[in-house]
């Protein structure tokens, strides 16, 4: 029992820590030009979109099918489920104190204006994704069959890598530093291990709870994209255009990742 705990837990922080390794290109990247920060933005907006449906609303549907539930039952549970996410992160930023009293705003912006909070919402939804990613590395391993958790867990982290860079490319976006960014992107997959060691410890419950965390995690992410990065990115001037390009790229790659290795 201690060996499959070892292995779950060791394996939610190996697909975590891809995010870390996702970030590493914002390390050589020049201070982008607006027109360049549009297209990072609608890569980073298409990376989340196609991860919500890939990685996290389908995989919940047929999680909650395999726990016996109908279709439509399945499907009703995973839509209640991404409301709430979308509900939760619209409320969010409501409850939130100004990023200024949290030591979040990035030296030369006001913390408080509204792109910083926008993208902090971003962060906080990419962040609370991972949680039921990791969590589902847990479960795999917590079945006894290392041969799947392996697979999960290699899957997760090949989408886990443009998360990262969406996240560092984000915070660039709005004057964070290129390594400020990139830590904050690689402590944002760290939640993973933590999450694969509850799964790994607890699975019935875990398992259990899988179909709600994927769709709530959904949710708050694509509430996120559209009501916030993409309007904002097209706000900026002469820049819609290079906002859709990003956002197909972004979505074209992880689509191909999620249905390749997911």
């Known amino acids: ?23 590493i290109p914002v390390l050589f990247m020049r201070q982008p030009s607006d027109q360049q920060q549009n297209l990072l933005l609608g890569f980073a907006a298409g990376v989340m979109l196609a991860a919500s449906f890939f990685s996290l609303i389908l995989p919940a549907i047929e999680v909650a099918r395999q726990q016996g539930a109908s279709q439509a039952g399945a499907s009703a549970t995973v839509v209640a489920a991404v409301l709430l996410g ?3 992160i619209a409320k969010l930023n409501d409850w939130v104190p100004p990023l200024d009293k949290l030591g979040l705003g990035p030296p030369g912006i006001a913390a408080a204006t509204a792109s910083v909070r926008r993208i902090w919402l971003f962060v906080a939804a990419v962040t609370l994704h991972n949680f039921p990613e990791g969590m ?7 079945g006894g069959d290392f041969d799947a958790g392996r697979v999960t867990a290699l899957g997760i982290g090949l989408q ?3 998360e990262g860079l969406a996240v560092a490319v984000a915070l660039s976006s709005i004057g964070y530093p290129r390594g400020r960014a990139a830590l904050i992107a690689a402590g944002s997959g760290l939640v993973e291990p933590v999450a694969g060691l509850i799964g790994v410890s607890i699975v019935t419950v875990a398992q259990a709870f899988l179909p709600w965390g994927l769709g709530l995690a959904a949710g708050a992410m694509i509430y996120v994209v559209a ?9 900026r001037i002469n820049g819609g255009g290079k ?3 990003g956002l197909m790229i972004g ?7 999620d249905t390749t290795f997911g």
Do not use: K, R, Y
């Not at 697909?15 to 970030?23: D, E, F, R, V």
């Not at 009501?227 to 706000?235: K, L, R, T």
């Open 1 to 23: 029992m201690n060996e499959i705990i070892i292995a779950g837990a060791l394996g939610s922080l190996c697909a975590g820590m891809a995010t870390g390794l996702g970030a």
């Open 86 to 88: 979308a509900f939760v």
């Open 136 to 142: 589902a590395v847990g479960v795999s391993f917590g």
């Open 160 to 162: 886990n890598i443009p």
């Open 227 to 235: 009501s916030d990065i993409i309007p904002d990115a097209h706000a």
């Open 243 to 245: 906002v859709s390009t």
């Open 251 to 257: 979505l074209a790659a992880m689509m191909f990742l």
